[in-house]
Nanobody, 119 residues
Framework: QVQLVESGGGLVQPGGSLRLSCVASARIFSIYRMGWYRQAPGKQRDLVARITSGETTNYADSVKGRFTISRDNAKNTVYLQMNSLKPDDTAVYYC?????????????WGQGTQVTVSS
């Protein structure tokens, strides 16, 4: 059983910054692929950023150059630093963990944290 707890969301003005954190209750955290997804009202859940166990990162085109994903394996934590926030970034942000065992993937999600970008 894996549990993910996000924090750091809130209300911010356009152009501002937020840092999201996700703490995982998982063994050997460093081997898992971690990611951040977001879902705006009425829209599907989309990938924002992902970081592998080897710390290779991927970003959605809409956030490249503005968001940075990182991980601290000693703290079982993944972060999403969000800069230059736009109203379109408003969404519930979800932390994701993927544990791959052979051909099987185990997918875990946090409860989400609300990010609202508005003046």
């Amino acid at each position: 059983q894996v549990q993910l707890v996000e924090s750091g969301g809130g209300l911010v003005q356009p152009g501002g910054s937020l840092r999201l954190s996700c703490v995982a209750s998982a063994r050997i955290f460093s081997i898992y692929r971690m990611g951040w997804y977001r879902q705006a009202p009425g829209k599907q859940r989309d990938l924002v950023a992902r970081i592998t166990s080897g710390e290779t990162t991927n970003y959605a085109d809409s956030v490249k150059g503005r968001f940075t994903i990182s991980r601290d394996n000693a703290k079982n934590t993944v972060y999403l630093q969000m800069n230059s926030l736009k109203p379109d970034d408003t969404a519930v942000y979800y932390c994701n963990l993927v544990w791959r065992v052979g051909l099987t993937e185990y997918d875990y999600w946090g409860q989400g944290t609300q990010v609202t970008v508005s003046s």
